[in-house]
T-cell receptor, first 113, second 113 residues
C-alpha cells in the first residue's frame, strides 16, 4: 500500500498571504489528522477529519482550517500568515481515528518571511 | 499545561547497550500510549503501543513499560544500534473517547558506534 503523501514538501510564503497544504491518506483510511511541529516543541494537534466531517479540533486560531473530500483526501488552509506559523505540518491517517495509531506523511515545511 | 512530558531532550548510548527513554503524563484519563521514531526530513514512524490494561508490551528489540500509579512509561531498546539514532516521541490518548494523541516534545537518541 502506498503511504501518506503530502504536497508540497516545501513552501515559502510572505506574512499576510494564505496557504493550502494537501494530504492523501493511505487507501482505506477515513480519518485524517493534521499536526504542527515547531522547533523544540512536540507535535501539536490541529484537527481531525473523518468521513468529510471535522471530528476533533485542537487549540489553534480560526486562521487554521481544513476540509476532507469524499475520497478522504484532505486539505489544510492557513490564512493571514504570521511569522510564527513557520513550522513542519504533518498529516496522518488512521483506520481507528485520532486516538489510535497514526501513519504520518513526510510533512510540508512552511517558511513564512 | 503539558500533559505528556519527556524530560530528557537528549540521550547518548553506546552501540549494543540498552537505551531507556522516559515519559511522564498527568492526565489519568489517558488509556493508550504510543512511541514514535522520527528521522530528519521524514514523518514520525509508529514503533510500539500499550493500552492501560497492560504493564508491558514487547516487539523485538523494543519494550514499553507502563506504570499507571506513577503515570510513567518507558521505552527500552536492547541492543541499541546506530540506526536507532533518531528523535523519539511519546504520545497518549483517551482511546475510548476518541480524543486525539497528545505528544511529548521528544528525546533525541544518539547511538555511538
Amino acid at each position: 500500500k502506498a503511504g501518506v503523501t503530502q504536497t508540497p514538501r516545501y513552501l515559502i510564503k510572505t506574512r499576510g498571504q494564505q496557504v493550502t497544504l494537501s494530504c492523501s491518506p493511505i487507501s482505506g483510511h477515513r480519518s485524517v489528522s493534521w499536526y504542527q511541529q515547531t522547533p523544540g516543541q512536540g507535535l501539536q494537534f490541529l484537527f481531525e477529519y473523518f468521513s468529510e466531517t471535522q471530528r476533533n479540533k485542537g487549540n489553534f486560531p480560526g486562521r487554521f482550517s481544513g476540509r476532507q473530500f469524499s475520497n478522504s483526501r484532505s486539505e489544510m488552509n492557513v490564512s493571514t500568515l504570521e511569522l510564527g506559523d513557520s513550522a513542519l505540518y504533518l498529516c496522518a491517517s488512521s483506520q481507528e481515528g485520532a486516538s489510535g495509531e497514526q501513519y504520518f506523511g513526510p510533512g510540508t515545511r512552511l517558511t513564512v518571511t | 499545561d503539558q500533559q505528556v512530558k519527556q524530560n530528557s531532550p537528549s540521550l547518548s548510548v553506546q552501540e549494543g547497550r540498552i537505551s531507556i527513554l522516559n515519559c511522564d503524563y498527568t492526565n489519568s484519563m489517558f488509556d493508550y500510549f504510543l512511541w514514535y521514531k522520527k528521522y530528519p526530513a521524514e514523518g514520525p514512524t509508529f514503533l510500539i503501543s500499550i493500552s492501560s490494561i497492560k504493564d508491558k508490551n514487547e516487539d523485538g528489540r523494543f519494550t514499553v513499560f507502563l506504570n499507571k500509579s506513577a503515570k510513567h512509561l518507558s521505552l527500552h531498546i536492547v541492543p541499541s544500534q546506530p540506526g536507532d539514532s533518531a528523535v523519539y516521541f511519546c504520545a497518549a490518548s483517551r482511546y475510548s473517547g476518541n480524543t486525539p494523541l497528545v505528544f511529548g516534545k521528544g528525546t533525541r537518541l544518539s547511538v555511538i558506534a
